[in-house]
């Protein structure tokens, strides 16, 4: 076979490319899922020792990986995978106003992809500096129409709710949510210290959320 046929289409992000960013993605897990550290009156906090970015990748080489993924999309606009991983990718390097316009082009297409508006309403809720009122508000409920079980969903429906002082919608939503979450993954155990932090809040307060 001709080595010429092996090499990666230039319209296409090589499978290297998609590798290094899967890699690092990984990584990130938690961090696409902040939100649950925007409530108001409390946080949580990063397990100890935990990585904003893994050692042995600087920052650098992570944005030169993302750009080159970029360029790439613009070649190739209909890769809804692709621009799938672009809006985690400025998601996770905190860069919230480009993860938003890749989002905005994944929904267009996949209009009935739950996760899709889900991971938007959080990056438009990031660039919104944590306020999910107007698009972010929208893009969660377009979520769960759905998928009524979409766990980021939920999760960020409860945040909102938090944040305006609706506790028992913020339970219901975080409970729903843990529910359909992965048992003892950091997702589940973020929920259940929500849950606990809305039990506390009730039981001083003296009313039940």
Known sequence: MDPADQRPSPQRPSWRLWSALLIVLVAFTAGVYAWLGNMQGWAVVPEPGAQVMPHSMERAQFEAMIQRLAQRLEAQPDDADGWAMLGRSYAVMGM?????????????????????????????????????????????????VLDPHNVKAHALAGTAAFNRGDKRSAERHWQTALDAAEPGSRMAAQLRDALDEVSRSAKQSGATP
Do not use: K, W
Request: glycine letters at 6%; charged letters at 25%.
């Open 96 to 144: 919230p106003g480009p993860s938003v316009q890749a989002y905005r082009r994944l929904v267009v297409l996949r209009p009935d992809d739950a996760q899709a508006h889900a991971d938007l309403a959080d990056a438009l809720a990031s660039l919104q500096q944590g306020r999910f009122d107007g698009e972010p508000a929208q893009a969660i409920d377009r979520a769960l």
